[in-house]
């Protein structure tokens, strides 16, 4: 299996590459993005491109690949709705649009977050535009789409968002996540579980096309069943 990550500096990237170069079915992982992110392993092949909203200078080195994890993302503290389009939907749909034609077989799995709009109409500027990315990546022509929607994710195994808001937000939180985990279990997750999910449905596809947090824990606990039993 030959996956593609976007965004493998990030949080949620570095958990989803991690469970991969883990796992015995990943042949090889392509991470593609603006800065090198100093992984040296057999299996990582690595595309250091400057213009993200641009992909066509790369495209034919994006093509036979079986499944891509879409982790790339900003926060919408402080950003005008223009902005966070732009860094939002433009840039998604950008790599998304060149993928469908030139890998239209793999399974294309893009991180959203809990509270995303669908009906693109709601008050809260980052979930309509979360909303419209995904309802825009459901109208290309990959075999299989998937939508993952976590909610609050403990960073794991060393692994440390790049955002200085979000390792704010982290170091405050971060004791109390056992607490979290406690009193709104559907509500928490963490970097391995959100990896592991990824994977399996990369894999095996998923029972819908929007996984929620509790359908986020299910398949990660299921992945990690299967692998304790092999």
Not at 95 to 107: C, D, F, G, N, V
Not at 180 to 193: D, G, M, W, Y
Not at 205 to 213: D, S
Request: proline share 4%; with cysteine; net charge positive.
């Amino acid at each position: 299996m030959k996956v593609i990550v976007f965004g493998a500096t990030g949080m949620v990237g570095q958990g989803v590459v991690r469970e991969c170069l883990l796992d015995g079915d990943v042949e090889e992982v392509l991470v593609v993005g603006r800065t090198k992110t100093g992984l040296t392993h057999g299996k990582v092949r690595e595309i250091v491109h400057a213009d993200m909203h641009d992909l066509a200078p790369i495209a034919d080195r994006l093509a036979g690949y079986d499944a891509c994890f879409f982790c790339l993302g900003v926060s919408a503290f402080r950003m005008t709705e223009a902005d966070y389009r732009r860094m939002t939907y433009d840039l998604t749909l950008a790599a998304a649009r060149i993928l469908a034609e030139r890998s239209p077989a793999m399974t294309f799995i893009y991180v959203s977050g809990a509270g995303t709009d669908s009906t693109e109409k709601g008050g809260a500027m980052w979930a309509r535009v979360k909303g419209a990315t995904e309802n825009a990546l459901f109208a290309l022509p990959f075999a299989r789409t998937i939508m993952l929607r976590p909610g609050f994710i403990q960073p794991m195994h060393g692994i440390r968002s790049k955002t200085p808001l979000y390792r704010a937000v982290y170091a405050v939180f971060s004791p109390l996540y056992p607490v979290f985990k406690a009193i709104a279990p559907k509500a928490v997750t963490n970097t391995e579980q959100v990896g592991r999910a990824m994977l399996e449905v990369a894999k095996r596809g998923a029972p819908k096309k929007i996984l929620e947090n509790r359908d986020i824990h299910a398949i990660a606990s299921a992945s990690a069943g299967a692998v304790a039993h092999a």
